[in-house]
């Protein structure tokens, strides 16, 4: 979990500086659209449009964009229709890469990501090459410096609160649960004065590739950062380990 914690925590420091540029607004405003078309409108009763529309509010996207994203996806608003895909691969030193899409051209997104992959040593591949490598789990990320309390309180108050795990990684605190109970568990923390840094559904790598080329190292960062940066990625996943100094430099 050490590698997947340490790209969850630059993937969100990243999301609000994308936000500036406005690329967040149109990931997000694609997944509650999605979102929206499959389950409903009901924020209440539909559990990945509530997320989808926590995650915009998180980056101050403004009502009327949520309002209106979701409208399209319920088709009162015309919009272009996304379709959701996952797309697997390697990166070098076979470390194991799960995209999660949403395209209006599945053979464009493929073209072009199989291009991003080679560029940086990586190759796309076939359906269920690596998706048995993830676990879809919820996962909530809590800075160390912001908790009041000793690491076994809070184990035990998330325990309580239904959490499946807990693991203490370098300067935060990870705390895994089901995916449906990825609310419950994050509001039960809240409640009890905890602050979570953010809180997520993700594919969550079971098993870790550890990198100890720092010029290998480099490159995958640079292959994720890449990824990141398509428009048509939601999210990427990938199972590799990094030493921290190398870390410390993206």
């Not at 509650?32 to 915009?56: C, E, S």
């Not at 992959?117 to 919820?138: D, H, I, P, T």
């Not at 809240?190 to 720092?214: C, R, S, W, Y």
């Not at 994720?224 to 990427?236: I, K, P, R, Y």
């Amino acid at each position: 979990m050490a590698g997947h914690s340490k790209w969850a925590n630059i993937k969100h420091k990243k999301a609000r500086a994308d936000a500036q540029k406005g690329k967040m607004f149109t990931k997000i405003s694609r997944e509650i659209m999605v979102a929206a078309r499959q389950g409903g409108g009901d924020i209440d009763a539909n559990i990945r449009l509530r997320l989808a529309v926590q995650k915009a509010r998180e980056i101050n996207m403004p009502n009327d964009n949520i309002e209106k994203a979701i409208k399209r996806g319920l088709g009162e608003v015309e919009g272009v229709k996304y379709e959701e895909v996952i797309y697997e691969g390697y990166a070098l030193g076979g470390v194991a890469v799960l995209l999660e899409i949403l395209t209006d051209n599945r053979n464009r997104t493929a073209g072009e990501l199989r291009n991003v992959f080679s560029r940086y040593g990586g190759n796309l591949g076939e359906s269920g090459c690596v998706a048995w490598m993830f676990k879809r789990q919820g996962y909530i990320n809590v800075e160390k410096a912001k908790v009041n309390m000793d690491e076994d309180e809070l184990m035990l108050m998330a325990l309580e609160e239904g959490a499946e795990d807990f693991k203490s990684e370098d300067d935060v605190y990870e705390i895994i649960t089901e995916p449906e109970n990825l609310e419950e568990v994050k509001e039960g923390l809240v409640k009890n004065g905890m602050e979570v840094n953010f809180a997520q559904v993700a594919m969550v790598p079971q098993n870790l590739v550890k990198i100890t080329d720092e010029e290998e190292a480099k490159n995958i960062l640079s292959l994720m950062e890449a990824l990141e940066d398509h428009d048509d990625v939601q999210n990427v996943y990938a199972n590799f380990d990094l030493p921290d100094e190398v870390m410390s430099t993206v």
